[in-house]
């Protein structure tokens, strides 16, 4: 039986991205428009290629949370992708620049997931199910040439995730939407903002997971999940200390080698 056209698109699309992230050096734009369903299978091809090379996801990341990164990328509908094992920076970690092509760092907010939850499942259930909530910085990293792209594309390149990091682990405070976060390179602040600029609270964030169903995206014991920028993403500095801080939650940072 012949693939069907779309599959074979799908197909062609994932090698394309898998490549540039393996080479990093950025490709060009698909000519036409994806479907969400097409870009989510792409999206789930990337995966698939990283777990049969022996990586394994820990977690989930949201984009497009933040109006500040709506209007920066012209984008305004809540997308997701995966997160790998293998991208994640320990806190205080090197991350190996040169391995990346236009990197660009977010400050995040990030939920520990404490059981399996099943697709049925309410958002208040996803809600109730986090045992843990942290600091985190996003460096996402376009496949895709001058960090230009449709919704289609920037799914298909899951989400432009590249490395992620986490700060200690806190207990789940009562409330988290009006927070102040500052990004920092070194002591010098980059970008200012509070976690209500992400959806106007980030357990919105999480429950809007609900609303998409690619199967990759289920939430299992122990998944990570960043709810996505509290500020405009700013490019990732040639060296140096990247920091992020929440208030009365604590700092993540990573340092550019
Ligand atoms: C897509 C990733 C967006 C966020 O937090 O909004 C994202 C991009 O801007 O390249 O992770």
Do not use: C
């Not at 920066?72 to 990346?100: H, K, N, T």
């Not at 099943?118 to 040439?145: K, N, Q």
């Not at 509070?194 to 997971?209: F, N």
């Amino acid at each position: 039986m012949e693939a069907h056209p779309d599959a074979e698109a799908a197909g062609r699309l994932t090698a394309l991205l898998h490549g540039a992230a393996e080479r990093a050096e950025a490709v060009r734009q698909p000519d036409h428009e994806l479907s969400e369903d097409l870009a989510y299978a792409v999206q789930r091809g990337l995966l698939d290629s990283s777990l049969a090379a022996g990586d394994t996801q820990a977690g989930v990341k949201l984009g497009f949370t933040s109006r500040a990164k709506m209007e920066q990328m012209g984008i305004d509908s809540v997308i997701a992708g995966f997160l790998l094992a293998s991208s994640r920076v320990p806190d205080g970690g090197e991350l190996d620049r040169g391995r990346l092509i236009h990197p660009r760092v977010e400050p995040e907010i990030a939920f520990r997931i404490g059981r399996d939850i099943g697709r049925d499942e309410s958002p208040d259930a996803v809600v109730a199910a986090v045992d843990a909530v942290a600091p985190a910085l996003e460096v996402i990293d376009s496949r895709y040439r001058d960090f230009r792209f449709r919704l289609g594309d920037v799914i298909a390149d899951n989400t432009s995730a590249a490395r992620w990091v986490v700060g200690p682990w806190q207990e789940v405070p009562p409330e988290l939407d009006a927070r102040a976060v500052s990004l920092s390179f070194d002591d010098d602040e980059v970008a200012a903002g509070s976690t209500a600029a992400i959806l106007g609270d980030p357990w919105e964030a999480l429950r809007q997971l609900r609303g998409l169903t690619a199967d990759h995206l289920a939430l299992r014991a122990g998944y990570v999940v960043l709810a996505g920028a509290a500020t405009e993403a700013v490019a990732l500095p040639a060296s140096g200390r990247v920091r992020v801080r929440v208030a009365g939650l604590g700092e993540a940072s990573l340092v550019v080698g």
